[in-house]
């Protein structure tokens, strides 16, 4: 099983640019999260998902949206980029809620 | 809590001893708490976890423990190696709310 996969590892966008970070995960979780992690910091809940079909807001959503067509997937969209978000992010999954959460290795995004 | 806006603390351990880490979480409705450790480069890795009807759970060379008189979490790690630095999370589910917020982490620094 590969896990929890983010693509793309690293990306620079330009101020107002958008772009889409992929998370896919083979575990058949149902419950999947989106995190950032500024620098030195700690993680904060973007978007996550209890189910196909099912996004709701976290801590830090503004400027962001996601999608859950599928289990597997759940992307993250970056419509307008700002400088504020640079950032790593990561996406997680789980089987339940009161499980352990798998982390991906993470997206490096900067924005200049 | 959380210390938003703040670098992370250090905690700096002699080979061989004992570390403690200590976290203070905001929601008395939380049920399940878990620890991370991450390294540099990394995504987040699970620990330990333990549920709220409990208030010890031992692992190998880990322990954690809750108060949830006082909303704390601590995590014990017996004979710290160099392998243990890393900068460790804790994190809670926020009862009905279905995700997994996570606290301010500190950074563990070993002394040869």
């Known amino acids: ?112 | 809590g959380e210390s938003v806006g703040l670098h992370l603390p250090t905690l700096s351990v002699q080979e061989g001893d004992n570390s403690i880490i200590n976290c203070a979480y905001s929601n008395s409705a939380s049920d399940y708490f878990i620890w991370y450790k991450q390294e540099s480069g990394k995504g987040p890795q699970f620990i330990i976890d333990i549920r709220s009807n409990m208030d010890k759970r031992q692992g190998q060379r880990v322990t954690v423990l809750l108060n949830k008189t006082v909303k704390h979490l601590s995590l014990q790690i017996a004979a710290t190696q160099p392998g243990d630095s890393a900068v460790y999370f804790c994190a809670e589910n926020q009862g009905s709310a279905s995700k997994i917020i996570f606290g301010s982490g500190t950074r563990l620094s070993i002394r040869p």
């Open chain 1, 1 to 112: 099983n590969a896990g929890v996969t983010q693509t793309p590892k690293f990306r620079i966008l330009k101020i107002g640019q958008s772009m889409t970070l992929q998370c896919t995960q083979d575990m058949n979780h149902n419950y999947m999260y989106w995190y950032r992690q500024d620098p030195g910091m700690g993680l904060k809940l973007i978007y996550y998902s209890v189910g196909a079909g099912i996004t709701d807001k976290g801590e830090v959503p503004n400027g962001y949206n996601v999608s859950r067509s599928t289990t597997e997937d759940f992307p993250l969209r970056l419509e307008l980029a700002a400088p504020s978000q640079t950032s790593v992010y990561f996406c997680a999954s789980s089987y339940a809620v009161n499980t352990e959460a798998f982390f991906g290795q993470g997206t490096r995004l900067t924005v200049v």
